[in-house]
T-cell receptor, first 108, second 116 residues
Framework: SQQGEEDPQALSIQEGENATMNCSYK?????LQWYRQNSGRGLVHLIL?????REKHSGRLRVTLDTSKKSSSLLITASRAADTASYFC????????FGTGTSLTVIP | DVKVTQSSRYLVKRTGEKVFLECVQD?????MFWYRQDPGLGLRLIYF???????EKGDIPEGYSVSREKKERFSLILESASTNQTSMYLC???????????????FGPGTRLTVL
């Protein structure tokens, strides 16, 4: 499959803890993007990291990219109950390929 | 803010009916996409369009067609709905980035279609 694959499939943490999700892929990419989806809604773009970047921050989000290992990670620090959602990586070459997502539950 | 709207949030149709799903974006984006989302399978691309009247098949185009008569509107058509087309359908749009489709995608809220 050309899709990114997220790991773990599901993650449950306490409010205030950090959440880490991983994405692995197989083909070369132009960039990699992370999206969030609240239950029953559309996806919302969180952050984009280009293939020549190694790390990027946005608020409580930190994304890393290792093109030699074809992997990326999304770290959400100091999680909140409102962070409960599914998170998808999208590997972007000539086309977009979305992974199957990580379901994050943050327990208040 | 980019706004992508879809004509219905929930839709129930019968097997064999012709179904139209409409998507409108207000940011003058060149690219538009239709995906379906099923549990355990993630998002799968059905069709995309990079310009008015232009369309390209995605990974799962069988049983679907599309229409893009105006830049802001991209329609997905199920010619003869079947039960295996019960799914969440998501529309998205993006700018054409240096001739490629690598830019951020903006999604509509989704249409949950049930075919009985």
């Amino acid at each position: 499959s050309q899709q990114g694959e997220e790991d773990p499939q599901a993650l449950s943490i306490q409010e205030g803890e950090n959440a880490t999700m991983n994405c692995s892929y197989k083909t070369s990419i132009n960039n990699l993007q992370w999206y969030r989806q609240n239950s029953g809604r559309g996806l919302v773009h969180l952050i984009l990291i280009r293939s020549n970047e190694r790390e990027k921050h946005s608020g409580r989000l930190r994304v890393t990219l290792d093109t030699s290992k074809k992997s990326s990670s999304l770290l959400i620090t100091a999680s909140r109950a409102a962070d409960t959602a599914s998170y998808f990586c999208a590997t972007v070459g000539n086309q977009f390929y979305f992974g199957t997502g990580t379901s994050l539950t943050v327990i208040p | 803010d980019v706004k992508v709207t879809q004509s219905s949030r929930y839709l129930v149709k019968r097997t064999g009916e012709k179904v139209f799903l409409e998507c409108v974006q207000d940011m003058d984006h060149e690219n538009m996409f239709w995906y379906r989302q099923d549990p355990g399978l993630g998002l799968r691309l059905i069709y995309f369009s990079y310009d008015v009247k232009m369309k390209e098949k995605g990974d799962i185009p069988e049983g679907y067609s599309v229409s893009r008569e105006k830049k802001e509107r991209f329609s997905l058509i199920l010619e003869s709905a079947s039960t295996n087309q019960t799914s969440m359908y998501l529309c998205a749009s993006s700018l054409r980035d240096r001739g490629l489709m690598t830019d951020t995608q903006y999604f509509g809220p989704g249409t949950r279609l049930t075919v009985l």
